[in-house]
């Protein structure tokens, strides 16, 4: 499959198509500043975990041009080597130790699952088709390409949708966000992007 957009961000750039679309804001970058400079409408935003926030940025700068139909039959695919392990960590401070201290917070805790990342950007552009978190250990292995082809592969197609008026099938491709996570350390993460 090839994607017919991609999104790099690292600290030191945000490459949509080759093109560093941050090129303007300062070094280095960070998820809250790239939303704030260049997105800024969604106060949820601010409650999320890094991993979120991250895939989130990432992710806006391809879903935003699509229509809401192509929304609705999209699906995600996200992908990362560790899981939530840094929010769980982050959670597991906020543990009580004894019966005088603070319970867990639920804040983080909701963060402990990966796949809320995936909801968070389903939310946001509500997407209806599967939303999916794989660990594995080696991002740019087969096993993710092949993971991503059976998600699209395995989507409702339009023709499914009965209640949808054919006039509006009709301009409907089933799209694949594949988000994959090489880092959440906050100041050498990487994320790349891609739309199919």
């Known amino acids: 499959m090839t994607p017919e957009a991609t ?5 030191d750039e945000l490459l949509l198509n080759g093109v560093d679309i941050a090129r303007e804001l300062p070094k280095p970058l960070t998820p809250a500043a790239v939303y704030r400079a260049l997105i800024g409408d969604y106060p949820k935003f601010f409650k999320m975990d890094f991993m979120s926030k991250l895939a989130f940025v990432a992710s806006e700068f391809l879903l935003r041009n699509l229509s809401s139909d192509e929304c609705e039959f999209a699906a995600i ?3 990362n080597s560790e899981g939530s392990l840094q929010t769980d960590r982050n959670h597991q401070l906020t543990i009580g130790h004894d019966s005088t201290e603070c319970p867990a917070s639920p804040a983080t805790f909701v963060y402990t699952l ?15 088709g599967p939303t999916c978190f794989f660990a594995v250990s080696n991002l740019d292995s087969p096993t ?9 592969q395995d989507m409702p197609q339009p023709k499914d949708y009965s209640s949808v008026p054919p006039k509006q099938l009709a301009n409907i491709n089933p799209r694949v966000l594949a988000v994959k996570i090489y880092s959440v350390e906050q100041e050498k993460f990487k994320i790349i992007c891609y739309l199919y």
């Open 7 to 11: 999104l790099i961000f690292t600290p």
């Open 77 to 79: 695919a996200m992908f």
């Open 114 to 128: 990966p796949n809320i990342a995936a909801g968070e950007i389903a939310i946001r552009h509500k997407i209806m």
């Open 144 to 152: 993710t390409e092949m993971l991503i082809r059976t998600v699209s």
